[in-house]
């Protein structure tokens, strides 16, 4: 099982720990955690969608705001790679 599906909750784990500022990640609200959190798994068969949405997805309810797009990419150190391929952001 992908480690994403596990910080992500969409299952428990069934041996070992987790934890999340020293308390066991079972602690904390499914929901909070979902909607605090992104995983974007990297299979490219299955995600035919942009650069920027790519990195939008990151914070979904701004995912269509190019500037925070880029700021992000900026700081993830993404930017020059982005930049780098044949439609920059908008290379699927």
């Not at 079972?26 to 790519?54: C, G, H, M, P």
Request: aromatic share 10%; no cysteine.
């Amino acid at each position: 099982m992908p480690d994403g599906t596990l910080l992500a909750r969409f299952y428990d784990r069934t041996h070992g720990s987790i934890r999340l500022d020293a308390r066991d990640y079972r602690d904390y609200d499914v929901e909070s955690l979902q909607t605090s959190i992104s995983v974007v798994f990297q299979n490219f068969a299955r995600f035919d969608i942009s650069a920027a949405d790519y990195i939008g997805i990151g914070d979904v309810e701004h995912v269509e705001n190019r500037e925070r797009v880029i700021d992000a990419a900026r700081m993830g150190a993404a930017e020059e790679v982005v930049n780098g391929l044949s439609f920059g952001y908008d290379t699927v």
